[in-house]
């Protein structure tokens, strides 16, 4: 996530730099080659969270279940929800990746135009629902350190400190 986060303040810098008050580019050309940069990078930096998700998901889940009302966010079960539905879309893109994948033309490889340009567009296709993780994913690390620091009502209170008694009542 934070990979995700540093690709997507350097992106805001560059768009700053090269675009007019009105959000216009300079170079459409030149804009649209560093956006698919962007667009890859990103799915690079989510594909180590890929296939562990759902399980962050669950477990943040479970966790907000368990925090009592005042230790929580009342965000955090909108953001779960945000995370949820992009992680739902970014598993159906990267399903229609595959079929476009499978039926490019065996000399398609990467480094091809065919292969890259349908890559691209996959990217781009999945760029704003991994932007809802770069942006919301931060909630998952508050939710389990709210849960990690928030005492469970099954465990025992503590016991209380051994009375010392001074050396004159001995």
């Not at 459409?28 to 969270?49: I, K, M, P, V």
């Not at 890559?119 to 508050?142: C, I, M, V």
């Amino acid at each position: 996530m934070s990979g995700s986060r540093k690709i997507l303040d350097a992106w805001d810098a560059y768009s700053d730099e090269h675009t007019d008050r009105d959000g216009w580019p300079y170079d459409n050309h030149a804009y649209g080659l560093r956006a698919s940069q962007r667009d890859a990078d990103t799915a690079e930096a989510f594909e180590s969270l890929r296939y562990g998700a759902r399980h962050l998901l669950a477990t943040a889940e479970i966790q907000l279940g368990r925090l009592p009302q005042d230790t929580m966010q009342s965000r955090w079960v909108y953001q779960l929800g945000i995370l949820y539905a992009a992680l739902d879309r970014l598993d159906e893109l990267h399903e229609q990746w595959l079929v476009t994948r499978d039926s490019l033309p065996t000399a398609a490889k990467p480094g091809t135009a065919a292969f890259d340009d349908a890559l691209a567009e996959h990217h781009a296709e999945s760029w704003s629902y991994l932007d809802d993780w770069a942006t919301h994913g931060k909630a998952l690390l508050e939710i389990n350190s709210a849960a990690r620091t928030t005492r469970s009502p099954l465990a025992p209170a503590p016991a209380p400190a051994p009375v010392r008694r001074s050396a004159a009542l001995k």
